[in-house]
Each structure stands twice: as structure tokens, then as C-alpha cells.
Antibody
Framework: QVQLQQWGSGSLKPSETLSLTCEMS????????WSWIRQSPGMGLEWIGE???????AYNPSLRNRVTILIDTSKNQYSLSLKSVTAADTAVYYC??????????????????????????WGEGTTVTVSS | QSALTQPASVSGSPGQSITISCTGA?????????VSWYQQHPGRVPKLIIY???KRPSGVSDRFSGSKSGDTASLTISGLQAEDEADYYC??????????FGGGTQVTVL
């Protein structure tokens, strides 16, 4: 089955750039999106962004000016860069595979599209600490 | 600030049923967007337990069920067990190529 292994810089100083890599094994990049999610200490999950196997990206508006997600399909890897980090970026960072799509529901002669989005495979998480 | 609102905590006694709500803003949980739910035990990786609003991945107990009414999605845990004590998050596509999580609900088994 598909597995995600992640690694990267665990300790940073303010203003440095966070860099993480996620390697996928046991599957194909082409049928899914590939995302990054983080969780600050004691807090909830925050969606950072995602990338397709073509390299098309989408980012959380709150991070868009600092984040870059890239993909290297030849290595089965994708990466996260977050520049100009501060203590607020201290978190556990997860990579995760995304399944998304839509289907039509017909009811009473009316057809409506339904959209789904979920993360079904997760990396083990990387703890990143930003401190001077 | 999350676009999906969940109660901060829900509790129940063993054997009881509990329901966690997930209410969307700006259409994040609307007629067309199907929510997914995740279970996270302390210090562990989140685990998908409900997808496409109502479906369970293989291996997930049928004590977990998902539903939706209007702009509110719900996760019900039936026959509550000690091992269900965890944090639960809903997630939805929010449009404009953006996904969002709820703030999370801490489930306590009394």
C-alpha cells in the first residue's frame, strides 16, 4: 500500500527557511493530489497547500506569500518550503495524500454535483521548532 | 479562525452514543461539499475515519457514522468505548482551490 516518508529541518532560527520532503512509495502520483498540513502545539490541524502531479499548486491564503510546494515525479517526492519563519511556525508538519473529485446526484429530476476531498494516507509527521 | 465550527469538547459514558457537529461558513459544508472526518489520539498521526460524508475506510469500526443536514455535517460514535477518547476533526473543500479543517473536538469517555 501507499506509504509516505518525510524528513527535513527540525530546528530553525527566525527568518530562516523551512524545508521538508515527502517521499511516496507503493503507488502513483497521477491519481491524487499531494498536500502539506501542520499542527501547532496544542492546536488543531491547518491545511498548508497541495500539488498535482503536473505541478499545479494551491495554497492556504494565510501562507501563500511564504510557501512553495514542488514535486519531482522522477524521485516520487514532493517538498515544502516556508520562508521567513517565526515562532508561530513551530508545529508538527504532515504530508498527506489527497483524494478529491466530484459526482452527480440525481433526485426528483434535479441533478446536483457533489464534491469530496479527503486525506487517506499520512506521513508520520516532522516536528519543526523555530527559536532564536 | 476556522471556516468549519466544531464544539470544543463532547463527552459520554461507555456504551452511549455521541454526536459531533461540523458547521460550515461560506458554503464549506453546503449542499455540494462532502466532509471527511479524522481521529487523532495524543501524539499520533490523524487517521481518516469518514470520507465523502458517510463512507468508512476499510478497517474503521462501523460504530463511526457520518451524516449531513443542510450546512451541518455530523459524526456519530455509537457504543462509545475508552479507545474512542481522542480529538476529532472535520475537513472540507472550501472552494477556490482551498481546503479547511474544523477546530477539532476533544472526546472524553467518562
Amino acid at each position: 500500500q501507499v506509504q509516505l516518508q518525510q524528513w527535513g529541518s527540525g530546528s530553525l532560527k527566525p527568518s530562516e527557511t523551512l524545508s521538508l520532503t515527502c517521499e511516496m512509495s507503493g503507488g502513483s502520483f497521477s491519481d491524487h493530489l499531494w498536500s502539506w498540513i501542520r499542527q501547532s502545539p496544542g492546536m488543531g490541524l491547518e491545511w498548508i497547500g497541495e500539488i498535482t502531479h503536473w505541478g499545479n499548486t494551491a495554497y492556504n491564503p494565510s501562507l501563500r506569500n511564504r510557501v512553495t510546494i514542488l514535486i519531482d515525479t522522477s524521485k516520487n517526492q514532493y517538498s515544502l518550503s516556508l520562508k521567513s519563519v517565526t515562532a508561530a511556525d513551530t508545529a508538527v508538519y504532515y504530508c498527506a495524500r489527497v483524494s478529491t473529485g466530484s459526482f452527480i446526484v440525481k433526485s426528483g429530476g434535479v441533478t446536483t454535483p457533489h464534491y469530496y476531498y479527503y486525506m487517506d494516507v499520512w506521513g508520520e509527521g516532522t516536528t519543526v521548532t523555530v527559536s532564536s | 479562525q476556522s471556516a468549519l465550527t466544531q464544539p470544543a469538547s463532547v463527552s459520554g459514558s461507555p456504551g452511549q452514543s455521541i454526536t459531533i457537529s461540523c458547521t460550515g461558513a461560506s458554503g464549506a459544508v453546503g449542499t455540494y461539499n462532502l466532509v471527511s472526518w479524522y481521529q487523532q489520539h495524543p501524539g499520533r498521526v490523524p487517521k481518516l475515519i469518514i470520507y465523502e460524508g458517510t463512507k468508512r475506510p476499510s478497517g474503521v469500526s462501523d460504530r463511526f457514522s457520518g451524516s449531513k443536514s443542510g450546512d451541518t455535517a455530523s459524526l456519530t460514535i455509537s457504543g462509545l468505548q475508552a479507545e474512542d477518547e481522542a480529538d476529532y476533526y472535520c475537513c472540507s473543500y472550501a472552494g477556490s482551490d482551498f481546503a479547511v479543517f474544523g477546530g477539532g473536538t476533544q472526546v472524553t469517555v467518562l
